[in-house]
Every structure is written in structure tokens, then in C-alpha cells.
């Protein structure tokens, strides 16, 4: 996490907790000479436009009130859509039983990327599921290895 992003967490997250959203993404970003501050949240069912405008103006708020961000930026807030990032051990877990894309600090199996369902979360390791032609085979990833991890769609 960034240094800004871990300034405007303790900011943000009480409004996210006022409204019942859970805060899945804070990402503070230059493109071009601009600045965006991306905060993606989500809650139980999903999130829609109407959501995403009153939390952007609950968080907007408490931002004018303490701004750590010395330059003009804009403020997207967003749902994180259906590949959205997993972040953290709930997050993890809760993929349980769901498609699933890792891609590796290091390869296994000469691959650095798998796609496939995730089957279980261990300590030390996940199980993915994932199809090779027409099998199936378990892929073992140590957790220490994983780089990123999102769910996924599969078609």
C-alpha cells in the first residue's frame, strides 16, 4: 500500500463503516499530470451507481476535513467489479469454491499465471483446481510466492 493510500485509510474507513460498505482498494495514482485517488468498495449483494455516488460524497467530505494529499487529484470511487483484487485473508478464504487468476513472484511448473478454481487455503499454501485440455490436476502455490491474486470469470 502507498504512503498516501495508508493516510487516507483511517480517514475513509469510518464513512465506509457508517454506510455498510466494505473498503476492498485504496490506489493513489498519476496518469499524465493528473492525480487520481481510486477507492474501490463493495458490500453484501454488490454496489451500484447510486452507492458509489453517496459514499463518493460521504468520503469527499471527510476529506475536505483532514486532506492528506497535497495536490489537486480527483476522487473515483467504484465498485471492484467482477475480477476484483484479493487483498487479504477473508478475502482469500472466502474465494473458497470460486475461479481464481495468481500470478507468481517465481514459477511453478515453468508457469508464472494459473486460472482455476480455488479449493483450499492452508497456512503455508492454496490448492487451485485448474484444467489442462480435458483433465483436471491440483496446482499447490506457497502463499510466499503468490504476487497478485484476483478473482476471475471463466468461461
Known sequence: ??????????I???VLDDLNFELVEIEYVK???DHFLRISIDKDGGVDL???????????????????????????????GAERPIKNEKAL???????????????????????GILKDVKE????????????????EI??????KARHAVML
Not at 458509489?52 to 465498485?79: F, G, H, Q, R
Not at 485448474?130 to 496446482?139: N, R, W
Not at 506457497?142 to 504476487?147: D, E, H, Q, S
Open 93 to 115: 478464504k472466502d474465494a473458497i469454491t470460486h475461479p481464481i487468476f495468481v500470478s507468481l513472484y517465481a514459477p511453478i511448473e515453468k508457469e508464472k499465471e494459473w486460472l
Open 50 to 80: 447510486n452507492d458509489c455516488t453517496l459514499a463518493s460524497e460521504k468520503i469527499s467530505e471527510a476529506m475536505d476535513e483532514n486532506d492528506p494529499i497535497p495536490e489537486m487529484y480527483y476522487l473515483d470511487v467504484a465498485s471492484p
Open 124 to 139: 503455508d499454501i492454496i490448492l487451485i483446481e485448474v484444467k489442462e485440455k480435458s483433465k483436471t490436476k491440483t496446482i
Open 1 to 10: 500500500m502507498s504512503k498516501i493510500a495508508e493516510q487516507v485509510e483511517p
Open 12 to 14: 475513509i474507513q469510518p
Open 31 to 33: 496518469e499524465g499530470k
Open 142 to 147: 506457497p502463499r510466499n510466492k503468490i504476487a
